[in-house]
Nanobody, 123 residues
Framework: QVQLVEAGGGLVQAGGSLRLSCAAS????????MGWFRQAPGKEREFVAR????????YYADSVKGRFTISRDNAKNTVYLQMNSLKPEDTALYYC????????????????WGQGTQVTVSS
């Protein structure tokens, strides 16, 4: 059984936008904090954004603050990442993940992971 499935990645020019989605099973979504991480070739996986169950507390990495917005629809078991003003350095494989914790900025806090969706930003 697949718990998390990302979609929406693709190729976009610098300055453009993409909207990623992550469809989750109830097991991996209900009551969970949801996070987005990304990993570029040869680099360590890094935190991007997270949102708690209630949707009232969202946090972002400094590198994406003001450009990306995380949201969730608890009726649809889905979390989104709206990415605007994309830069070439945003190019990476983007993963969604879920944790029963509330801090959710370290990858080792997360219990479930998707397979990732590729985002490539050209200059």
């Amino acid at each position: 059984q697949v718990q998390l499935v990302e979609a929406g990645g693709g190729l976009v020019q610098a300055g453009g936008s993409l909207r990623l989605s992550c469809a989750a099973s109830t097991r991996a979504f209900s009551g969970y904090t949801m996070g987005w991480f990304r990993q570029a070739p040869g680099k360590e996986r890094e935190f991007v954004a997270r949102i708690i169950w209630s949707g009232t507390m969202s946090y972002y990495a400094d590198s994406v603050k003001g450009r990306f917005t995380i949201s969730r629809d608890n009726a649809k078991n889905t979390v989104y990442l709206q990415m605007n003003s994309l830069k070439p350095e945003d190019t990476a494989l983007y993963y969604c993940a879920s944790t029963r914790g509330r801090i959710g900025v370290r990858s080792n806090e997360y219990e479930y992971w998707g397979q990732g969706t590729q985002v490539t930003v050209s200059s």
